[in-house]
């Protein structure tokens, strides 16, 4: 019906020989505090330097060119403003037509059908934990990733890893010398356990770095086929526990990109920087000073001449455009790497990088936990799978006591989706630029602002198609009279499209994730309010309650969420 008001309006400044555009005319287009305004509202106050009027007459000049407008009951003056009053049941019988006609589209965009886009986002180390901070980085990049591609972009997922350096010299000294009779697991839990433990034994023994050191040399310079050998077995078995996460996590790469691949090209560019005297060497390393654009010294190797991020980001970001030529390049990374990042994109306009301004940062901030609700085995983050282990626990105990005689396996499997859907629900109805305190309780709410709350939802909505399966209806029906939680409803509903245009435009998931919520807060004030099954409009709110059903899992499939059909 936007549509609508803005053809109308166009009209009507054409009689005045007045053009403006769709974009325009929206721009100015607000949604009245109160149904008593109307549904839509345009202010003629723009208009008053095309017109030389006042926008009171501006706003009476444009409705009389309007005249009668069907689906409109009617079009009112105040002041300087005009508010449309939509035909509800001409909206209502629209909209629910198209929503089931469209089904799993319902909202689809073609704003970027011609970007092809890359988003790296999770970025977790090989040989290390898959902790809560990531958690949220997957999350928000799994559904800006789906976003964009639900508005037409062609969208490639990689995952970047830190397959080098120190990290993993402790993690392979510290199994080769105290735990070389363990078999490798593809665990997360096994993979950390031994990182935790080399930290503790050279926190305890300072002399034991010299062992270290060794073995990082030796990795640098692949003289030990051996040692080589296990850095790649363990590197694939760290990979493989991640993939677990990520199907848990309902995501899923096209590719990985590891630090080991970039670091000998990444040399290679900061000498081409030293020649061009973009960088220089300083107390022996190599910077760029960037301090004239507010962005520091930016050091790209070492005294040593060891490789850092830096050297690494550059050769990576070179090695992204040339083999996917991308429209855009999109990091979801830490906020705490912001600084990092902009010294980047500042570097490679410098080094005029033909695709520097293709760029695009997604910074979120930290997950933090309640003091002593949980213990972490690493004594800074908290493992995923410890994470999780607590949450589904506590699921099953919610689960229970609304369904004490559910059969393991089906218990177990909901415990998980509900699980997963608290977890990132929590972090994707925040804004990401906001540290996050997890509040397990509060994220596992059936009541609450919560991922289960809405699914709770979902499912109400499908036990009344269940019964209606059962039973012949007649798909056709006629609208009495429309109640006003089914108003509400309506007008709820039919949002989505700019809420799914305005989530891509700003890149900004929370604005589903708070729609989603709202959504399902106006289906169950309307399923408590009105009777739907062998009620007078029964055929009519059958449709209501499937097209909710549509537009609930668009919603929730855009943040990355899955549905359950039974609670």
Known sequence: MKEEVIKILQ?????????????????????????????????????????????????????????????????????????????????????????????????????????????????PNTHKAFHVGHIRGTSLGESL??????CGEKVTRVNYMGDTGMHIAKWLWCYKK?????????????????????VKRLSAHKTLRAEV???????????????????????????????????????????????????KRGKEIVDDLLKRKIAKVSDEAVIINLKKYNLGVWVLLRKDGTVLYSTKDLALAELKFKRYKLDRNIYVIGAAQTLHMNQLFKTLSLMKFA???????LTFSEVRLPHGKMSSRTGENILYSDFLK??????????????????????????LKISIAAMKYSMLKQNSNKNIIFNKTEALNFEGDSGPY?????????????????????????????????IALIKKLSQFPEIVLSAYNNMNSTLLANYSYQLAQTFNEFYHSLQVLKSKQESFRISLVEAFKYVLNNSLNLLGIETLDEM
């Open 355 to 361: 695709e520097a301004p293709k760029n695009e940062l």
């Open 178 to 198: 105290y735990h070389s009779k363990e078999k490798l697991k593809k665990d997360e839990q096994w993979i950390a356990s031994i990182y935790v433990d080399a």
């Open 145 to 150: 990733a789906r976003i964009l591609e639900f």
């Open 390 to 415: 607590e949450i589904t626990d506590y699921s099953k105990k919610e689960i229970k006591t609304r369904f004490p005689s559910l059969k393991k396996d089906e218990l177990e499997e909901r415990a």
């Open 213 to 263: 050191d060794e073995i990082n040399r030796k990795l640098a310079t692949g003289e030990d086929i051996h040692l080589n050998s296990l850095w790649k077995k363990t590197r694939m078995i760290s990979l493989d526990a991640f993939k677990n996460i990520y199907k848990q996590l309902n995501t899923d790469f096209d590719a990985y990109f590891f630090e080991s691949e970039v670091e």
């Open 11 to 123: 009209a009507a400044l054409k009689k005045e020989k007045i053009s403006l555009g769709e974009e325009e005319i929206e721009r100015f287009i607000e949604i009245p505090p109160s149904p008593d305004m109307g549904d839509y509202a345009f202010p003629c106050f723009s208009l008053v330097g095309k017109m030389n009027e006042e926008p009171r007459q501006i706003a009476i000049l444009l409705r009389e060119h309007m005249g009668s407008v069907k689906g409109f009951e009617d079009i009112q003056t105040v002041g300087p403003y005009i508010n449309f009053f939509v035909n509800r049941k001409v909206l209502a019988t629209n909209l629910i037509k198209k929503i089931l006609t469209e089904k799993n589209k319902f909202g689809k965009q073609k704003i970027g059908e011609k970007n092809k886009t890359l988003i790296e986002f999770s970025q």
């Open 454 to 486: 809405i699914l709770y939802s979902y499912a109400r909505a499908s036990s009344i198609l269940k019964k209606v399966a059962r039973r012949k209806i007649k798909s056709k029906y006629k609208i009495y009279k429309l109640e006003q939680k089914e």
